[in-house]
């Protein structure tokens, strides 16, 4: 109390006493008044000899203890300069090794003294220790270095025990943080000081947390270990919040001896891996051969579990920090330790291991030529895949939940660091790093899809785990966090169809309720960017265009994932996405890529849900996809695609268009609504004369866009050739009625467009356009109307095909398709059909071939004369045709 009157006396001091009493460790600030006497080492050594002669009176030791924790903390204008605090820390430190060594520390001195150092190290400025004689420095680090083991070992001891007053975890505490503060300071102190002291502390911690023989936990002093374990245990909270502030020093230390601490935690994990693994098979042994599971000894395996709890927990936070709200970056002593040993290693060995957690990491050759960083995290893989492996040999209860939820803790730690990660945020970067997790890496995606699997193996083995399924869930919100869009689309595509496979109908419910606390976050994000006032203004900042772009790829993986099980649920969260991306389309009507996205959005969910929607559902998607049609038109209307050496991408929205308008028209010839109930009755209500929109006028009005814009140029592009045919001839299958009625310049298009894709294009795009005709010709033979563009158009096509059939080669393929479209063109028109073969017939000059030909012909006809659009005669003439083709093939055909 003698140096808390000190301060300032009077009413001060009697305010700082009180504050004294509350904490026991108030710093001293006494005014210069006091100089003299406080720098007086005579004063010093006279509380050092008190506390020597009082220190077995537990009371009063404590007492003289905080007189000396407050002269270590002693700060400000006593001192006149900075060589008075070198000399004053100086004899404080010799003053404090001459105290302890030689002395066996009381168990009411642990924390005293853990105050002292702590306040030495933290209140006086890293110049006053580096300028300590390097001698008397090393001494005070070896002092700190022993008796931070021996506290660590005192307060294991006591955690066993479960004493109420645990007096050496709470020292050892305190000197784990004063660690904490010199190594984060260790620029300021010579190069490599702290490697074996951070060593030494490291092993003793591991070495306490091992069970024995490698290891000392829950052994007391006469070598009995604790039979109370599982009971205070479950009193406890988590261990990796319990103990996260020891955590995050041993972690730091880690970091500071990674050469040693990074292969000592693998190899350490990975031994118990092999031996949880080879465990667990005896173990099945044992119940398969027992008719008592009850009399099984589970020491073995308990012991291993918490060896791996605390290697994992150990591991975690050495290799990544929890940074709350800031980016996580690789921590700088690890990206350091894995660059400094790239040169010895071999990449593909190390991606191997990685790759390969169903084996073990040293039956692999040229195992020791691995990234140590990688290696520690392909022996967490390993215990993952270790367990899961058990669950599916029905030995869940076998395993510990806690060593699950452990993984999913560090998993989620570490990706958060680690995956994809972005090597413009690094002044220097590990190539096996960046080779094994950056974006864009197959290492990197193998493992997000590893990970998926785990979760969703997680979610439905581990369900009634509520602790283990949040933090598996937490694993999942990080990884859809990821913003880099490659990875969006498959993640979610995983998500949705793991959960949905191999459940019954309750777990299928309980995992989309888990989904939904993944996806709500997703959209709540989405719709909170795109909300805000200034977005307009915010919108082609890099960051925020790849938040957009890494949300329309997730949305493009749900819809990927659509089966019939799974429909209801993702059907009604993508629509309340697709009007938001609508707007998207104005605001980013001069960014291709993501205009490319927003359309390619429609395009899956058209793809894989329109065949499962009823009527009511179906007319939602119509009515969003005109809209989405209506906005891309009057944003492209003053756009020319008239560059012949452009590139195919260019034109990527153009393919995207047209292979929505065809998805659309998918509807009407795949479709499972009706058979399959999968809506029930949520499209009752909604008669079918009320509706607004049919699919009819959304692929029209598309038609509308897309012909004017395709070009002979663009038809040279294959994908785009290909799929603006199959559109057109979708069209003519399922709406002959519409042709008639498009406006001339569209129909001539259109018209021009089949003979184009007939005379000049690749035979798959001839084929297509033979199969188009037929139903137009059917068309025109149902209105029976004459010297309309389309008879006339028909008539024209008649001449096309026969020349086709009769002087040009083709496939067998080509003469079906041919065939068709010639049986349904004659009927139409069977008086230009007759001239056709006159006029070829007086052409021949030869008359065998006149005669072959002749005979030929009539025999073609003679099943179907007259012609007529009947089913069985259109048989009989493709039979004929046949042999038609088979007598006079070649005979006329055009060298």
Same mark, same amino acid.
């Given at each position: 109390?003698?140096?808390?009157?000190?301060?300032?006396?009077?009413?001060l001091?009697?305010?700082?006493?009180?504050?004294?009493?509350?904490?026991?460790?108030?710093?001293?600030?006494?005014?210069?008044?006091?100089?003299?006497?406080?720098?007086?080492?005579?004063?010093?050594?006279?509380?050092?000899?008190?506390?020597? #002669?009082?220190?077995?009176?537990?009371?009063?030791?404590?007492?003289?203890?905080?007189?000396?924790?407050?002269?270590?903390?002693?700060? /400000?204008?006593?001192?006149?300069?900075?060589?008075?605090?070198?000399?004053?820390?100086?004899?404080?430190?010799?003053?404090?090794?001459?105290?302890?060594?030689?002395?066996?520390?009381?168990?009411?001195?642990?924390?005293g003294?853990?105050?002292?150092?702590?306040n030495?190290?933290?209140?006086?400025?890293?110049?006053?220790?580096?300028?300590?004689?390097?001698?008397? @420095?090393?001494? @005070?680090?070896?002092?700190?270095?022993?008796?931070?083991?021996?506290?660590?070992?005192?307060?294991?001891?006591?955690?066993?025990?479960?004493?109420?007053?645990?007096?050496?975890?709470?020292?050892?505490?305190?000197?784990?943080?004063?660690?904490?503060?010199?190594?984060?300071?260790?620029e300021?102190f010579?190069?490599?000081?702290?490697?074996?002291?951070?060593?030494?502390?490291?092993n003793?911690?591991?070495?306490?947390?091992?069970?024995?023989?490698?290891?000392?936990?829950?052994?007391?002093?006469?070598?009995?270990?604790?039979?109370?374990?599982? &009971?205070?245990?479950?009193?406890q909270?988590?261990?990796?919040e319990?103990?996260?502030?020891?955590?995050?020093?041993?972690?730091?230390?880690?970091?500071?001896?990674?050469?040693?601490?990074?292969?000592?935690?693998?190899?350490l994990?990975?031994?118990?891996?092999?031996?949880?693994?080879?465990?667990?098979?005896?173990?099945?042994?044992?119940?398969?051969?027992?008719?008592?599971?009850?009399?099984?000894?589970?020491?073995?395996?308990?012991?291993?579990?918490?060896?791996?709890?605390w290697?994992?927990?150990?591991s975690?936070?050495?290799?990544?920090?929890?940074?709350?709200?800031?980016?996580?970056?690789?921590?700088?002593?690890?990206?350091?330790?894995s660059?400094?040993?790239?040169?010895?290693?071999?990449?593909?060995?190390?991606?191997?291991?990685?790759?390969?957690?169903?084996?073990?990491?040293?039956?692999?050759?040229?195992?020791?030529?691995?990234?140590?960083?990688?290696?520690?995290?392909?022996?967490?893989?390993?215990?993952s895949?270790?367990?899961?492996?058990?669950?599916?040999?029905?030995?869940?209860?076998?395993?510990?939940?806690?060593?699950? #939820?452990?993984?999913?803790?560090?998993?989620?730690?570490?990706?958060?660091?680690?995956?994809?990660?972005?090597? +413009?945020?690094?002044?220097?970067?590990?190539?096996?790093?960046?080779?094994?997790?950056?974006?864009?890496?197959?290492g990197?995606?193998? !493992?997000?899809?590893?990970?998926?699997?785990?979760?969703?193996?997680?979610?439905?083995?581990?369900?009634?785990?509520?602790?283990?399924?949040?933090?598996?869930?937490?694993?999942?919100?990080?990884?859809?966090?990821?913003?880099?869009?490659?990875?969006?689309?498959?993640?979610?595509?995983?998500?949705?169809?793991?959960?949905?496979?191999?459940?019954?109908?309750?777990?299928?419910?309980?995992?989309?309720?888990?989904? +939904?606390?993944?996806?709500?976050?997703?959209?709540q994000?989405?719709?909170?960017?795109?909300?805000?006032?200034n977005?307009?203004?915010?919108?082609?900042q &890099?960051?925020?265009?790849?938040?957009?772009?890494?949300?329309?790829?997730?949305?493009?993986?749900?819809?990927?994932?659509?089966?019939?099980?799974?429909?209801?649920?993702? @059907?009604? @969260?993508?629509?309340?996405?697709?009007?938001?991306?609508?707007?998207?389309?104005?605001?980013?009507?001069?960014?291709?890529?993501?205009?490319?996205?927003?359309?390619?959005?429609?395009?899956?969910?058209?793809?894989?849900? !329109?065949?499962?929607?009823?009527?009511?559902?179906?007319? +939602?998607?119509?009515?969003?996809?005109?809209?989405?049609?209506?906005?891309y038109?009057?944003?492209?209307?003053?756009?020319?695609?008239?560059?012949?050496?452009?590139?195919?991408?260019?034109?990527?929205?153009?393919?995207?268009?047209?292979?929505?308008?065809t998805?659309?028209?998918?509807? &009407?010839f795949?479709?499972?609504?009706?058979?399959?109930?999968?809506?029930?009755?949520?499209?009752?209500?909604?008669?079918?004369?009320?509706?607004?929109?049919?699919?009819?006028?959304?692929?029209?009005?598309?038609?509308?866009?897309?012909?004017?814009?395709?070009?002979?140029?663009?038809?040279?592009?294959?994908?785009?050739?290909?799929?603006?045919?199959?559109?057109?001839t979708? !069209?003519?299958?399922?709406?002959?009625e519409?042709?008639?009625?498009?406006?001339?310049?569209?129909?001539?298009?259109?018209?021009?467009?089949?003979e184009?894709?007939?005379?000049?294009?690749?035979?798959?795009?001839s084929?297509?356009?033979?199969?188009?005709?037929?139903?137009?010709?059917?068309?025109?033979?149902?209105?029976?109307?004459?010297?309309?563009?389309?008879?006339?158009?028909?008539?024209?096509?008649?001449?096309?095909?026969?020349?086709?059939?009769?002087?040009? #080669?083709?496939?067998?393929?080509?003469?079906?398709?041919? /065939?068709?479209?010639?049986?349904?063109?004659?009927?139409?028109?069977?008086?230009?059909?007759?001239?056709?073969?006159?006029?070829?017939?007086?052409?021949?000059?030869?008359?065998v !071939?006149?005669?072959?030909?002749?005979?030929?012909?009539?025999k073609?006809?003679?099943?179907?004369?007259?012609p007529?659009?009947?089913?069985?005669?259109?048989?009989?003439?493709?039979?004929?045709?046949?042999?038609?083709?088979?007598?006079?093939?070649?005979?006329?055909?055009? #060298?």
């Amino acid at each position: 109390m003698l140096l808390l009157a000190l301060t300032d006396g009077g009413s001060l001091g009697r305010h700082y006493i009180a504050m004294f009493e509350a904490t026991q460790n108030v710093m001293l600030k006494p005014t210069e008044t006091w100089r003299e006497a406080l720098l007086d080492t005579r004063v010093m050594d006279l509380f050092f000899t008190v506390h020597r #002669k009082i220190r077995e009176d537990s009371d009063m030791a404590q007492d003289s203890l905080q007189c000396l924790a407050q002269l270590a903390s002693m700060h /400000g204008p006593v001192f006149p300069d900075e060589g008075a605090q070198v000399s004053y820390l100086a004899h404080l430190v010799e003053g404090l090794l001459s105290m302890i060594n030689g002395i066996e520390i009381e168990d009411s001195e642990a924390m005293g003294i853990s105050n002292i150092i702590s306040n030495l190290i933290t209140m006086f400025p890293r110049t006053c220790l580096t300028a300590l004689p390097s001698d008397l @420095f090393t001494s @005070f680090i070896n002092c700190l270095t022993l008796l931070t083991c021996s506290f660590g070992r005192s307060a294991a001891l006591e955690e066993v025990l479960d004493k109420d007053d645990m007096v050496y975890m709470e020292a050892y505490d305190k000197l784990l943080e004063s660690w904490l503060t010199l190594v984060q300071d260790e620029e300021h102190f010579p190069r490599g000081c702290f490697v074996q002291p951070a060593i030494q502390v490291f092993n003793s911690y591991i070495q306490c947390h091992l069970a024995a023989p490698d290891g000392t936990r829950n052994l007391s002093v006469n070598g009995i270990s604790s039979h109370e374990e599982e &009971e205070i245990n479950e009193l406890q909270e988590d261990d990796r919040e319990l103990f996260c502030d020891q955590l995050s020093s041993i972690g730091m230390l880690g970091r500071v001896a990674a050469d040693h601490c990074i292969p000592l935690l693998t190899n350490l994990l990975e031994d118990r891996v092999t031996r949880l693994h080879g465990q667990l098979q005896r173990t099945q042994q044992h119940l398969m051969a027992t008719s008592d599971p009850e009399s099984m000894d589970r020491k073995v395996l308990d012991d291993l579990y918490e060896d791996i709890h605390w290697l994992i927990l150990v591991s975690g936070y050495v290799l990544a920090d929890d940074c709350q709200g800031e980016t996580p970056l690789i921590p700088s002593e690890v990206m350091e330790f894995s660059i400094k040993h790239s040169t010895e290693v071999d990449i593909n060995t190390t991606l191997q291991i990685l790759g390969s957690p169903g084996e073990k990491a040293s039956s692999i050759p040229g195992c020791n030529r691995t990234d140590s960083v990688i290696r520690l995290l392909s022996a967490v893989l390993r215990t993952s895949e270790v367990e899961s492996r058990a669950t599916r040999a029905s030995l869940t209860g076998l395993l510990s939940p806690q060593m699950g #939820k452990d993984i999913m803790w560090f998993l989620r730690r570490w990706a958060k660091t680690y995956l994809l990660v972005d090597e +413009k945020l690094y002044e220097q970067i590990s190539i096996p790093l960046i080779t094994a997790f950056g974006a864009d890496t197959e290492g990197a995606q193998w !493992i997000v899809g590893y990970l998926l699997e785990k979760v969703i193996n997680n979610l439905s083995v581990w369900s009634s785990e509520p602790g283990l399924a949040n933090d598996t869930v937490e694993l999942l919100v990080t990884l859809v966090e990821k913003r880099e869009s490659p990875v969006q689309r498959t993640l979610m595509k995983a998500l949705v169809l793991g959960g949905f496979a191999h459940m019954d109908s309750d777990a299928k419910q309980q995992y989309w309720a888990e989904i +939904k606390e993944v996806l709500h976050p997703l959209q709540q994000r989405f719709l909170n960017l795109i909300n805000q006032e200034n977005f307009a203004q915010i919108s082609q900042q &890099e960051a925020v265009k790849q938040e957009i772009i890494a949300t329309l790829e997730a949305l493009c993986g749900i819809a990927e994932a659509t089966q019939i099980d799974n429909v209801v649920q993702l @059907f009604s @969260f993508l629509m309340d996405f697709l009007s938001s991306c609508i707007g998207l389309m104005e605001v980013y009507s001069n960014t291709p890529e993501t205009i490319n996205l927003i359309i390619e959005v429609f395009v899956e969910v058209a793809h894989k849900q !329109i065949c499962y929607l009823g009527e009511a559902k179906c007319m +939602k998607l119509y009515e969003a996809c005109l809209t989405l049609l209506q906005v891309y038109a009057k944003n492209n209307q003053n756009r020319k695609r008239c560059d012949a050496g452009a590139e195919e991408e260019q034109y990527q929205d153009l393919l995207l268009i047209m292979e929505l308008l065809t998805n659309l028209l998918s509807k &009407e010839f795949i479709d499972f609504s009706d058979t399959d109930e999968v809506f029930r009755n949520q499209d009752q209500g909604t008669p079918a004369s009320s509706r607004p929109v049919s699919a009819a006028d959304v692929v029209l009005y598309g038609v509308n866009i897309v012909l004017p814009l395709m070009s002979q140029d663009l038809l040279k592009f294959p994908s785009l050739c290909n799929q603006y045919y199959k559109l057109i001839t979708f !069209i003519c299958e399922i709406f002959p009625e519409k042709i008639p009625q498009l406006p001339e310049e569209l129909f001539k298009s259109l018209m021009f467009s089949l003979e184009l894709g007939m005379t000049s294009m690749s035979s798959e795009v001839s084929q297509l356009c033979l199969e188009a005709l037929s139903p137009l010709a059917e068309q025109c033979a149902k209105n029976q109307e004459k010297d309309t563009p389309l008879f006339i158009a028909t008539r024209h096509f008649l001449k096309l095909v026969f020349d086709m059939l009769v002087l040009q #080669k083709h496939n067998t393929e080509m003469t079906v398709a041919a /065939g068709e479209a010639l049986y349904t063109l004659v009927c139409l028109h069977q008086a230009e059909y007759s001239e056709l073969v006159e006029a070829l017939l007086s052409s021949q000059r030869d008359a065998v !071939i006149y005669q072959r030909l002749a005979d030929a012909f009539n025999k073609l006809t003679a099943s179907s004369s007259p012609p007529t659009m009947d089913r069985k005669q259109k048989v009989a003439f493709l039979k004929s045709l046949e042999e038609f083709v088979s007598n006079v093939g070649g005979l006329l055909c055009v #060298k």
